[in-house]
Nanobody, 112 residues
Framework: QVQLVESGGGLVQPGGSLRLSCAASGSIFSFSTMAWHRQAPGKQRELVASITSYSSTKYADSVKGRFTISRDNAKSTVYLQMNSLKPDDTAVYYC??????WGRGTQVTVSS
């Protein structure tokens, strides 16, 4: 069983930055592909970014150049650095492990 706990969400003005963290339990973290997804009100959940066990990354077109996913295997933690935030980035952000395990999410609101 893998447990995921997200943190770092909040209210930020357009153009601002936030860093999300996802702490994972279990010894399989270093072998797992990790990802961040988001779901805005009235919309389907979408993949934002993913990172493999050897740190190969992929990003949604809407966040390329603004968001950076990274991982610290020693801390069993994956991060999402979000810069140049836009109101359209407002959503609940979820951490995912191996395409199967989910955290409870953290709210990100971008508003002036």
């Amino acid at each position: 069983q893998v447990q995921l706990v997200e943190s770092g969400g909040g209210l930020v003005q357009p153009g601002g930055s936030l860093r999300l963290s996802c702490a994972a339990s279990g010894s399989i973290f270093s072998f797992s592909t990790m990802a961040w997804h988001r779901q805005a009100p009235g919309k389907q959940r979408e993949l934002v970014a993913s990172i493999t066990s050897y740190s190969s990354t992929k990003y949604a077109d809407s966040v390329k150049g603004r968001f950076t996913i990274s991982r610290d295997n020693a801390k069993s933690t994956v991060y999402l650095q979000m810069n140049s935030l836009k109101p359209d980035d407002t959503a609940v952000y979820y951490c995912n492990a191996m395409g199967h395990f989910w955290g409870r999410g953290t709210q990100v609101t971008v508003s002036s």
